[in-house]
């Protein structure tokens, strides 16, 4: 499997946002240890608004889901995750030479991804080892980056891209937060991973495990 259209896209950010609403528990949880508690009901309350959003429209082109994800998760969240994480989605458009983008292969999913992690790191000033999205984040832009230099297989990148995350999201169980509410929790967030790595890591999963699903249906 070797691109993605927008079918497939608007899938991908379904199931990443499935995971993000199942996970809100986990998310609250941890975030109460290490921060002000309200990040898992605001993941759940951006991605709830944009599966509705996403739920209520046919698309032709991916930079129209992309638009209205990133858009709908500024709007619904509010505070610093909502500008974050829609930075991601309306950041990647950056990416894209035209509009109109009916369909993206692995190498121009890696440039989406990676302006959206410019837009994110240059609005938010966080960088790897200060305990937030980033770390989680990247990771798996890096790793898919190179694996691109010798594939095209856009199941297999966006696989590695989670494995990324999750091995982000591992390390910052072992890192002081230097960023946010949570740097002011130095007692307790040791040994705690960071809840918006966390939720980063769902939505590469949720990614990974839509096209691992089209690869086995034999989408090509």
Do not use: W
């Not at 610093?80 to 692995?106: C, H, N, Q, T, W």
């Not at 095209?152 to 002081?176: C, P, Q, R």
């Amino acid at each position: 499997m070797e691109t993605i259209n927008a079918k497939i896209f608007k899938e991908m950010i379904i199931k990443a946002g499935e995971n993000i609403i199942e996970s809100e528990p986990y998310l609250t949880e941890i975030d109460e240890i290490i921060g002000d508690g309200d990040h898992g009901t605001g993941m759940k309350r951006g991605f709830t608004s944009v599966l509705k959003k996403l739920n209520e429209k046919n698309y032709e082109y991916i930079d129209d889901i992309a638009n209205d994800v990133g858009l709908e998760l500024l709007k619904s969240m509010g505070g610093a995750s909502g500008v974050i994480f829609g930075s991601l989605f309306i950041g990647g458009l950056r990416g894209f030479k035209v509009k109109k983008v009916k369909e993206m292969d692995l190498k121009q999913s890696v440039i989406f991804l990676s302006c959206g992690e410019e837009a994110i790191t240059t609005r938010g000033k966080a960088c790897v080892g200060d305990k937030t999205m980033v770390d989680a984040l990247t990771p798996a832009v890096s790793d898919i980056s190179e694996f691109a230099e010798t594939s095209s297989d856009i199941v297999e990148g966006i696989k590695v891209a989670y494995s990324g995350s999750l091995v982000g999201v591992e390390k910052t169980k072992n890192m002081l937060a230097k960023k946010g509410r949570a740097k002011n929790f130095h007692n307790k967030n040791f040994g705690v991973p960071d809840p918006g790595a966390v939720s980063t890591s769902l939505l590469f999963k949720g990614f990974y495990e839509v096209v691992l699903d089209m690869k086995e249906k034999g989408v090509k």
